[in-house]
């Protein structure tokens, strides 16, 4: 959490290895990405991170199925695995129904799902999402939350970047930051617990 | 390799899911391409149609044309030893003339002398007007015409000027569809001619006759010149023995007059083609005593000069093409800058997702190959087609050869490769992030 130009997109960017830190170093996996070369940052993109933005960032062109299944064509999986993986994770967000809808025929939350599952499907450890829910209303929100709660205990890592209280308050952990330094780093098992 | 084959598949799709702009980047490149090969059509339809004529009148030849002033015909025909006539009398062209510039200019090769005689061959129940005309043996050489039958005109035709003749292929199919001509006779006006020869069909555009002043050969029938002073009066008086004084140098005939309607002259070396004709120039007039009663024409500088003023042509044809060429490159810039916001999120989107450059790299090539292709083809088909709607409409010789389709098919891929590489290579260079962050700014400004 933090305010506009505290630094979490930043932030956001060099976990996901969309940015190179113009200083310092950051091991994931105990590997040392920070010098990677480009080639293999794209593997990391693809293997070890999805990605959910706010403006969902799905391709116009494509459908759901199509969208979700992209991922998967950069790791070099054959078209009809390809298929039937996307098709299953779409199962998860519950979305099967729309499988063959293009984005602008989906509800904001529905293509908030899709961009979930296509995080999804090459099943990474680490989830980015960068303000999830910026763009939908209270009730969507929660369903989105609601998603990111079962693939938390599935046993994937969410880091989750928020402006709002009520979403901050779903996470075990809270890092507060301001200035592009981190102000606060809590745990939060309390909170999960009262909730629960 | 299946990923480069899905990375086609994305370029197919993207190409036809943005149809209307993938028509109208390849707008550009058809109308370049179309107008690079209509012009190169034109220009090198010229250049053939110039070389066609160049084949067609022989080398190094000048052509001297004998009119006849009207006034002074009449006065001939009153009274043919008139000659203290005010004006000036002059004996037209002759044979005389002939012999004369066969004795003056140095580096001759052959001398032509034609006459014409309008009139009708009848033979079999069968007529036509057509044209006799008298000639030499060199009149086919210099003017490249072959016999398919028969022999040219023996020496002992020309000097007794004997009624023989050789005729034109449309002669031989009017009046001797199925027999054999050679030995046959046919009556020209009064006169019955032995066939010994016909020529071979002489192929050439009725423009190229029309242009450089030549009868189609192919309709006439040729005789020796002597026969034709001989045995067709009207157009000297003549004896059999002032045709033996033609061969005999210095003969003094007066009474043969307007004896030839032109005289081709055909020099060795063509550096002395221009002077070769001023002299002929002042010889005739003063043997025709300063009454210019014919026309000297070389015709090979006369194409000369058309040929410059082709290239000129030719050249300005070349800019206007790349011109457009050119306008039609920065017309899919334009298109190609429009979209670039949405080209460059799509990029930050996949790159997000694990596409590393390459595969960025291989989308878009691709998708700029398969629209500069298409255009191309699309380009030559209606290059072609406008060459051939301009040749039949603006009756302009175009002739469409393989190279210059070949040419500009690579110029507009060329074109087109570097106009449509522009929005990848710059949203490649910088870092996904940045594409993406470029995006989201641009919502929050839309929304």
Redesign the interface.
């Known amino acids: 959490m933090g305010p506009s130009g505290s630094g979490k ?1 930043t932030l956001m ?1 060099l976990l ?1 290895c ?3 830190p113009t200083s310092g170093k950051y091991f994931l996996s105990n590997i040392d990405v920070s010098l990677m070369p ?2 293999d940052l ?2 990391v ?3 070890e991170i999805g ?1 959910v ?3 969902f ?3 116009p ?2 459908s759901a199925l199509e969208n979700v299944s ?2 998967l ?4 999986i ?1 078209k009809s695995k390809r298929l039937a993986k996307a098709r299953d994770v779409l199962a998860q967000v519950g979305l099967s129904d729309r499988a063959q809808h293009r984005p602008n025929e989906l509800s904001g939350g529905q293509r908030q799902r899709v961009a979930i599952a ?1 995080a999804l499907v ?1 099943e990474p450890s680490i989830i980015l999402a960068d303000e999830p829910t910026g763009n939908l209303d209270t009730k969507t929100s929660n369903e989105i939350m609601q998603i990111f709660e079962t693939i938390y205990d599935a046993g994937n890592t969410i880091i989750l970047v928020t402006h709002e209280q009520d979403i901050a308050a779903h996470a075990h952990r809270l890092i507060n930051m301001r200035d592009g330094v981190i102000a606060s780093d809590i745990q939060n098992e309390s909170i999960v617990r009262i909730q629960q | 390799m299946q990923r480069i084959l899905f990375n086609f598949y994305i370029a197919m799709e993207a190409v036809f899911a943005n149809r209307l702009r993938a028509l109208l980047t390849a707008l550009g490149i058809i109308f370049g391409v179309a107008a690079v090969i209509a012009m190169l059509a034109i220009g090198y339809g010229a250049k053939q149609s110039i070389l066609e004529q160049m084949k067609l009148i022989g080398t190094n030849n000048i052509a001297i044309k004998a009119f006849v002033p009207e006034e002074e015909e009449a006065a001939s025909s009153s009274s043919t030893g008139n000659k203290s006539n005010k004006k000036p009398w002059s004996p037209g062209l002759t044979m005389e003339d002939v012999a004369a510039i066969e004795r003056v200019i140095p580096n001759l090769e052959k001398t032509s002398p034609e006459m014409e005689i309008s009139t009708s061959a009848i033979r079999a129940g069968k007529l036509q007007s057509l044209k006799c005309v008298g000639v030499t043996n060199a009149f086919f050489e210099l003017n490249n015409l072959e016999l398919s039958q028969g022999n040219f005109f023996s020496d002992w035709h020309i000097r007794n000027g004997r009624p023989v003749c050789i005729i034109g292929k449309s002669v031989q199919i009017k009046f001797f569809p199925e027999e054999n001509p050679i030995g046959q006779t046919i009556k020209c006006g009064n006169t019955w001619l032995t066939i010994v020869g016909v020529m071979e069909r002489r192929v050439a555009s009725s423009k190229s006759l029309e242009q450089l002043g030549i009868r189609d050969y192919n309709s006439d029938i040729y005789l020796p010149v002597s026969t034709a002073l001989l045995r067709f009066k009207n157009r000297a008086k003549i004896t059999r023995a002032d045709i033996g004084n033609q061969f005999n140098e210095g003969s003094n005939t007066n009474d043969n007059y307007h004896q030839l309607d032109r005289l081709v002259i055909r020099i060795k070396d063509s550096e002395y083609l221009q002077a070769s004709s001023d002299v002929v120039a002042r010889l005739l007039k003063r043997r025709h005593r300063e009454l210019v009663d014919y026309e000297i024409q070389v015709p090979e500088l006369l194409l000369q000069q058309q040929q410059k003023t082709q290239e000129t042509f030719n050249f300005v044809l070349a800019v206007i093409a790349g011109i457009s060429l050119l306008v039609g490159g920065i017309g899919i810039m334009n298109i190609m800058l429009a979209s670039v916001l949405e080209r460059i999120k799509e990029i930050g989107i996949r790159r997000s997702l694990g596409a590393n450059k390459k595969d960025i790299i291989y989308q878009f090539l691709f998708e700029a190959v398969f629209i500069s292709l298409i255009g191309g083809l699309i380009g030559v088909v209606l290059g072609v087609v406008s060459a051939k709607t301009i040749a039949s409409y603006a009756d302009i010789p175009t002739v469409v050869t393989a190279w210059s389709i070949l040419l500009s098919f690579w110029c507009s891929s060329l074109s087109r490769f570097n106009f449509w590489n522009f929005p990848c290579s710059k949203s490649c260079k910088s870092r996904p992030d940045q594409s993406l962050a470029h995006r989201l700014r641009m919502d929050s400004i839309s929304s």
């Open positions: 997109s960017n996901g969309l940015d190179t480009d080639d794209a593997k993109r693809n293997e990605f933005f706010q403006s960032n799905l391709l062109r494509m992209l991922p064509v950069y790791s070099g054959t296509r090459n």
